[in-house]
DNA sequence: CATCTAATTAGATTATAATCAAATTAGATA
DNA sequence: TATCTAATTTGATTATAATCTAATTAGATG
């Protein structure tokens, strides 16, 4: 399940009119007119208000003449209700989960020959990788202070500061005290 | 539970990056410069999203020194969630559960000395209601051709035309090669 | 009490979407 | 083919909300 269709489903299902469709369509499928009627709307916004759940599968349709009688799909309602429930232990995350590839792309493009950062990235993905490609020389478990951490960013780049605060923002590091360790693995963003 | 509620919640998880935010606490409490970080976004953002999400109670907070940390209550979530796919037997509808007091004041309202409709109410569910008086003395299960059904009306109101339209798009009628039928009381909407 | 840090609020900008009237389309029927 | 009905599309209007910068607040600490 993709987070874009997560949200999608939570966007089209938060609103007032579309639930109420629901709720009518939970005794039986209606037409169009009906549901305008009941709802005290007008066809047209009952016509965008289908488009939208269908566009999720929550609803379906079947032609009888000239009317189109609108059913619910009470199966994938549920199925899609429950979803943000069940998220966490697979991949939901579509852009912080990044390929080794990738990765390689980015700091070929970042870093110069001498292993210098060249800028630092605006987009948080790619910085993410670049913090990775800086933190790797520091060792797990070891507690540093802040003066080793300036040290060793200064191999990479000028701008200490910023990027020892990025360090702890994403979560690579830890801080406590003034004293600095890396986050287990676990806990990094990329 | 009522409409309102469930239309808030989901209008609430409807949004990318607050879907975000509890993707990252269901693996454990944060703070919001950490969720700044890992979402590259800014902490004022950041403190929007979570607003919203204590709004629904999806997320609560501790305090330790300076830093507040967010949990999510997967409880609540999941009791959320699953409220959408429940509605139905009970009243959601909010609107359309007219008490009999009200309906007879309408009807005092909007009915003169004479049983006839003063004037036809916009409010649709002051519409309804009279459209309901109307509709009583017509016969469960008896065929009416629709010249009968303009007499009947025009008991009441002058514009058969209407509301022999407003019958049929209320579902208080059914309507089949121009023969007009009462449906069963449980589709009428009041 | 002065200062620091994390969080929040205020205000502005920009994007998204709910609703309706008017026009159009799709299919049925005479 | 002409016409009727239900549904949809178009275009306009209005409301809601996501995000940011700058300013402020709440609590901790020296």
Redesign the pocket.
Known sequence: MQLSKIVHFH?TIG???RIRIIYLLKSGPL???AIAGKLG????????????LKEIDVVT?R?D????YFYLNEEKLKRMAEAITKIGGINLDNELIVSEEEKAKVIQNFIDSTGRLKTIPAQRKKKNILLEYMVRGLEQGKQYKEEEINEHILRYHEDYATIRREFVMTQFMYRQDGVYELNPKEMWPV
Chains 1, 2 share one sequence.
């Open positions: 966007k609103d007032k009119t037409h169009g007119q709307l007008k066809p047209p916004t009952i016509s965008h208000h289908l488009a939208k349709q032609r003449k000239n009317t189109i």
